[in-house]
């Protein structure tokens, strides 16, 4: 049977098969998974760039969240449990996902590391990834929001050159606000450029170091949690009265 048309190729060159494409189609169906086995916990992908103060964000978040949210991290590096380390010693539940190298986490891994960390009464989950705004954003860890760390120290030029990343974030926060009076680093300019990406993307300036912002970002994830669970109640409320409505109970 002869090559169909659409199949042909010059002489000399073999089509090969987009294996990126397969990878993320599963990638997708891990994702689902772990939001079925996480319904009422929030779970919260943090990206960035290395160095940006996403280990320090955790640990002052930490204690932020202490006597109102419980929380937990899974922490993503190439090697090294130094994160993990530093987030145990604060007093927070944390497990360290080494990649072997690779330059971001796949949600196959997060699915794995959850066998292996206690998340009883944990109300929030985060993702701590690995530092690229590349490879990250094409990922779906099976989060229920995205968060971009940006810090000043990088430039506010880093919207439009990594986009991807911010149109798929619904939160960027803008870290180590201390440094602004000593950076040429303008935040009109990086947040008009990622809301030219993503209009719908929130922003909050904060700083790890002298707790600027943290409050506003401790209200978000409270928020956003209180949101999570309610959404979940009422769908099983919802789900209850069908059943019961199937089996003409109440009739």
């Known amino acids: 049977m002869p090559t169909p048309k659409s199949n042909r190729t010059p002489v000399g060159s073999v089509q090969c098969e987009n294996t990126t494409l397969n990878l993320l189609k599963a990638n997708d169906f891990v994702a689902k998974v772990i939001r079925e086995r996480l319904p009422e916990m929030l779970v919260i992908n943090i990206c960035s760039s290395p160095g940006s103060g996403k280990t320090a964000l955790m640990q002052e978040t930490g204690k932020l969240l202490k006597g109102k949210l419980n929380m937990a991290v899974l922490v993503g590096d190439p090697e090294t449990e130094r994160d993990a380390i530093r987030m145990k010693e604060s007093g927070i539940n944390a497990l360290q996902i080494v990649t072997g190298g690779m330059c971001h986490i796949e949600a196959q891994m997060i699915l794995q590391a959850l066998d292996h960390i206690n998340l009883d009464g944990v109300d929030v989950l985060f993702i701590e990834n690995v530092g ?36 798929t974030s619904e939160l960027m926060l803008i870290s180590k606000s201390d440094l602004l009076p000593y950076l040429p680093f303008s935040v009109d300019a990086v947040i008009l450029d990622a809301r030219d990406i993503n209009p719908d993307l929130e922003v909050i300036t904060l700083s790890s170091l002298n ?41």
């Open 211 to 251: 707790g600027d912002g943290l409050d506003q970002w401790g209200e978000w994830l409270m928020k956003k949690s209180e949101e999570k669970k309610s959404r979940e109640k009422k769908s099983g409320e919802k789900n209850a009265n069908l059943v019961m409505n199937d089996v003409g109970i109440g009739r």
């Open 132 to 167: 690229n705004l590349v490879c990250p954003a094409a990922f779906d860890l099976g989060e229920d929001y995205r968060v971009t760390v940006i810090s000043c120290t990088e430039g506010d030029d880093k919207p439009k050159k990594y986009p991807r990343m911010f149109l």
